[in-house]
């Protein structure tokens, strides 16, 4: 084996564990949005999201301790912690239960795929990123593929009062997840670990969200019907920490705007779940959008991280 023919295969096996991962968190945030579904009804969302969120943390802290991970955070490392769980695991997953209670899935992931574009301008911002012309045009490729796949949900979709208001709370939403990465960033640079960084923004993003949820006299109801427990259990443990675990690592590895393009490849899985379980029909013009939105991913996989 000849000095550079290491570095290749190094660079191939990162490549690799790249998609793995961007497959991974696809099909498990894919089927989150069905999931969703089944929590809402008889338990408040915000108590759901408690749930949900309570349990990956305890899961996370259990995996820390038993990998013998240092769980113990920095001052610094815990304000970035804290900043990831109010924007990401308080603000925007109580906003998406929200919005989902408002406005069809389908609406919701065609706006969430904004995230990519929300991403490069928050990075250029708060940390002075140059994202290249080609990530900028493999997130604009993302965003229009999702709108093609979804096209004929949206124009469908009843846009009353009720269906605004859970457009904007999408936005907050998209809006929450971006702040959320850049605190990501920050505790990525102030060097805490995966596990002990997200394990403890889960944690706060539950104090956020239970003292939300005392103050507004939300009920502590629990729902144990099979459908409310295995979404539940999909949701915290699939979703969140599998997902998370997946997607901050490649986020440190390839930026957090190829990692949140994922938001643009969920849809597809999305309507996939909605075939199967709720008889949704894909067409020529959904095949387009799914083609779309996995070229936009080849690029941005391509585009150079600078920054």
Known sequence: MSAGEAPAATSQSGRAGDWIAIIICTLAW???????????????????????????????????????????????????????????????????????ERVSSAVVAVLFASLAFVNLIGFRIAFGVRASPLAWGAALLGVIGVVVLSWDEVISAEMGAVARMGIVMTFIAVLGSALGNIFARRGELAGSSVIASTAWAMAYGVGFLGAFALATGKAWAFEWSWAYVLSL???????????????????????????????????????????????????????AGVVLVLAGQVLLLRAKRKG
């Open 30 to 100: 894919g089927t989150t949005w069905y999931a969703i579904t089944l929590q809402l009804g008889v338990v408040d969302p915000v108590v759901s999201v408690v749930y949900r969120f309570a349990l990956a943390a305890a899961l996370l802290f259990a995996w820390g301790a038993l990998r013998g991970e240092r769980l113990m955070l920095t001052r610094a490392q815990h304000m970035a912690a804290m900043g990831v769980g109010f924007f990401t695991f308080c603000i925007n997953y109580a906003f998406v239960y929200w919005a989902e």
């Open 233 to 287: 259990t999909h949701l915290a443990v699939i979703g969140s920490v599998v997902a998370f675990m997946l997607y901050f690592n490649l986020a440190r590895r390839r930026g957090y705007a190829t990692a949140s393009y994922i938001s643009a490849l969920t849809p597809p899985v999305a309507m996939l779940i909605s075939a199967l379980f709720e008889g949704k029909s894909w067409g020529l013009v959904g095949l």
